[in-house]
């Protein structure tokens, strides 16, 4: 493998001073076989400086040919994924002949067989730098260019791209030039697809999937498809630029590194959201934020794009905040806010609290590989975060106004935090300038503590930032009753104390800061707030401010000012009678992998998983022989399965297995049964017999994972070895090294793992050197924030308070 070095900034700035792309001619060929395709690049582009010199970036298997201006150049001069190009002249044009590399691990050109029938299918992923495993290009977010893509394929097969198909024949087709775009959004799907085809607002709409997918597609097209037009209904109302692409399709594929990718026109998600088993309604909204948030970048991303990385959050903060809002206002995910202070908020949190933490945005990038690191939720949440917290503090109508200016000026072009702070200085009156310094230049959560004088602001830099938050006031009623008091706004100044303006606030049974979820802070109580908590969490009658309550008891025993086995307390008595399922579902998720599985002694650990199954069986105790639409019921099975740990639960689940269904329902559909067999493998109730006899019933490609996942799981020594060798030595896809991984590490295992701990990190790099890298891409955090799938390493960090309960 050709070695690849990382674009610099410094190497980018002088390219973009002295290049501008023209348009550029990409040719491929699927037709070559199952290890390369055929790859010719065209590019016409000005130069500043008579024979001056630059580079294109190129990384073939094998480079045929390349010809600048009529003028051969040595293939061996490539090097480290760069050809150089001297003596350019004022117009030139560079013609790229390769063999590129089909890609197992989703750089580049992914390709995938099918197991369930053998079909083959392709994608690209040219995120961050990987374009050029596709194509040759100046490939850098501010060298944009108009892009006119051919394919040539197998005659059975869909090609889909960035634009309409503009010409066909029996084995190729021609897409419209595209408009200009950066190339690592350029995006082509093809294989034997299976389409549902649409129209909205004179744009037209395609959904598509492979073909052993298509039942699951075609059952839930109306959905997705609603979703859509609601969220270009909602974008067309707020902005004035229309959107800006000639199509608009949605392709689910499969082994798909990230949650979805904003290629304009083409956007790419991973086909885990064709749902091919039961799903609470918390797993389709989060689909249809997806969606929403793919879509706003088209506007943030798309038509106008970073100039460089360090701005990385004008794409990703803007997606995450519209994508949320637009669901909200214009889907009947009304409570979509909800879920994202459950999940995607605490990822902004944890992320923020580590030594790896950044400013969302940096004052400087130095290259494409540090740039690769800030895709966490710190550029993605709590940038969500911040937004919505600007729009609090400049009102919705001024953002927008904005927004549209900042459009206007840089359609079809690059733009920086600066430029952003420009059209927004002009549309309101507040400083936001200052605003930005504050909140988009530091690092770290703040902490808001009330008392009975006022609000102690306490920062980690030690330089508190300003927050404009609510507050909500709580009493006990005689009969143990909580009865809502008041809400007020409260703006509080970059002070370490803010005294109440009225005493009286803070004398009540429970305040709570931040009801509303509109700061980024964590939050703390009074002594008898609290102990009003430990009562009433339950009877506080807003979804949104219950999960602001499980979050500052969720940052308490993370901070180690609580007993873990207090949050498990908390659980027992509050989450048997929750409504919300996105408050049960993170709840648990939290208290089953973190909680129980990292903060609690080895020792205590049963004990806290008993916890779990007696508020499981609350759960579908409550739900028996009713509705559930929301999956409350769904939820307490898998969280019941995950907690199982007693000889008597084993047997219940093998019941449950051998019947194919849990009693009163929900019937096992697949992922129900990898899930258990999982956990009758980590418990050793079951064998690798059983696992290949599910892999029988079921010989998909997320069956392929569930078996992975199932066989690292046994515990037997030779089981873990292999578990090793798959996830640190083999060439399988992303996919199966995540489902080893996942079976590897289990608590109950301990003792099988050897030094596999103290050899992980060395050998964990040697990998990543070996393997093509992993990248987080957009949405990119979300697979490994699936809490059923995923459990930490052991031995796992423990908070000071560990081991107590």
């Not at 909680?595 to 806290?608: C, F, G, I, T, W």
Request: charged share 25%.
């Amino acid at each position: 493998m050709i070695p690849m070095s990382a674009l610099t900034r410094a190497d980018a700035v002088a390219r973009r001073l002295l290049l501008d792309v023209h348009d550029t001619t990409v040719e491929l060929d699927l037709t070559r076989g199952a290890e390369v395709f055929g790859s010719t690049t065209v590019i016409r582009f000005a130069c500043a400086e008579s024979g001056a010199a630059s580079f294109v970036d190129v990384k073939p298997s094998l480079l045929r040919s390349a010809r600048l201006n009529g003028r051969e150049l040595d293939p061996a001069a490539l090097a480290d994924g760069r050809l150089p190009l001297d003596g350019l002249e004022r117009e030139n044009e560079l013609r790229i002949e390769a063999d590129m590399a089909y890609s197992r691990t989703g750089e580049g050109m992914h390709r995938f067989v099918d197991p369930a029938d053998g079909e083959v299918y392709v994608y690209t992923q040219a995120f961050l730098d990987d374009g050029p495993r596709i194509f040759a290009a100046f490939d850098q977010p501010d060298l944009k260019s108009v892009h006119h893509v051919s394919v040539t394929a197998p005659p059975e097969w869909t090609v889909v791209g960035n634009s309409v198909v503009s010409r066909t024949r029996a084995t190729a087709g021609s897409f419209a030039p595209t408009q200009p775009i950066s190339s690592y959004l350029l995006c082509v799907v093809a294989g034997p697809l299976h389409s549902v085809l649409s129209e909205h607002d004179g744009i037209p709409l395609g959904l598509h999937c492979r073909r052993s997918l298509a039942p699951y597609l075609d059952a839930d097209a109306a959905e997705i498809l609603e979703t859509t037009r609601q969220s270009f209904d909602h974008y067309h109302q707020i902005f004035e630029h229309r959107y800006p692409f000639d199509s608009y399709d949605q392709c689910f594929v499969p082994e798909f590194n990230a949650g979805a990718m904003e290629n304009p026109g083409c956007v790419t998600f991973r086909d885990e959201f064709v749902f091919r088993s039961a799903v609470t309604d918390n797993q389709r909204e989060v689909r249809a934020m997806v969606v929403a948030h793919e879509m706003a970048h088209m506007w943030f991303g798309d038509l106008v794009t970073m100039r460089w990385w360090d701005d990385l959050w004008l794409n990703e903060s803007f997606a995450e905040y519209l994508g949320h809002e637009t669901i909200a206002q214009a889907t009947r995910f009304t409570g979509v806010w909800t879920g994202f202070a459950c999940v995607r908020k605490s990822w902004g949190y944890d992320a923020d609290q580590r030594p790896s933490t950044h400013p969302v945005a940096p004052l400087d990038v130095a290259d494409s590989a540090q740039a690769l690191q800030n895709f966490d939720g710190i550029s993605y949440s709590k940038g969500a975060s911040l937004l919505r917290q600007l729009v609090a503090f400049i009102g919705e109508e001024d953002f927008l106004k904005g927004l549209n200016e900042h459009f206007r000026k840089h359609a079809f072009g690059n733009a920086t935090l600066d430029d952003l702070l420009d059209s927004l200085a002009d549309a309101t009156d507040r400083d936001v300038r200052a605003w930005a310094d504050s909140w988009l230049r530091t690092t770290g959560v703040d902490t808001l503590r009330p008392d009975a004088e006022g609000i102690q602001h306490t920062p980690p830099d030690g330089s508190p930032r300003p927050h404009r938050i609510t507050a909500a006031t709580y009493d006990r009623a005689p009969d143990g009753r909580l009865t809502v008091g008041s809400r007020l706004q409260l703006d509080l100044p970059g002070e370490s104390f803010t005294r109440w303006a009225d005493p009286a606030l803070a004398d009540c049974d429970l305040l709570l800061l931040n009801d509303t979820d509109l700061g980024y802070a964590k939050v703390r109580f009074t002594e008898r707030s609290w102990q009003t908590v430990r009562e009433t969490l339950g009877q506080v009658p807003d979804p949104l401010a219950r999960a602001v309550l499980w979050n500052a008891a969720r940052d308490l025993v993370r901070d180690a000012e609580i007993d873990p086995a207090e949050f498990l307390e908390l659980v027992a008595a509050h989450l048997p009678g929750e409504e919300s399922a996105h408050i049960v579902e993170a709840v648990l998720g939290y208290a089953r992998n973190t909680v129980a599985d990292s903060y609690v002694s080895l020792e205590r650990r049963p004990a806290a998983l008993a916890v779990l199954v007696d508020v499981c069986r609350a759960l579908l105790r409550r739900t028996e022989g009713g509705s559930d639409s929301s999956g409350l019921r769904l939820l307490a099975v898998r969280g019941l399965i995950d907690a199982t740990h007693t000889p008597v639960e084993v047997a219940e689940l093998q019941q449950w297995l051998a019947e194919d269904t849990v009693p009163g329902g929900p019937v096992l559909d697949p992922e129900l049964r990898w899930q258990l067999l999982a956990r009758l493998c980590v418990l050793g109730a079951a064998t690798a017999e059983d696992v290949d006899a599910e892999l029988r019933r079921d010989p998909s490609a997320t069956g392929e994972q569930g078996a992975a996942r199932c066989r690292a799981s046994l515990p037997e020594p030779a089981a873990k070895e292999a578990a090793w060798q798959l996830v640190f030595h083999s060439d399988v896809s992303n996919y199966i090294v995540e489902a080893a991984a996942s079976g590897l590490w289990r608590p109950e295992h301990a003792d099988l793992l050897g030094d596999r701990p103290q050899r992980f990190f060395d050998e964990a790099a040697q990998a990543g050197a070996r393997r093509a890298r992993r990248w987080p891409g957009c949405w990119g955090a979300w697979a490994s924030r699936r809490s059923r799938r995923c459990r930490p390493p052991w031995p796992p960090v423990r908070p000071a308070c560990a081991g107590t309960t």
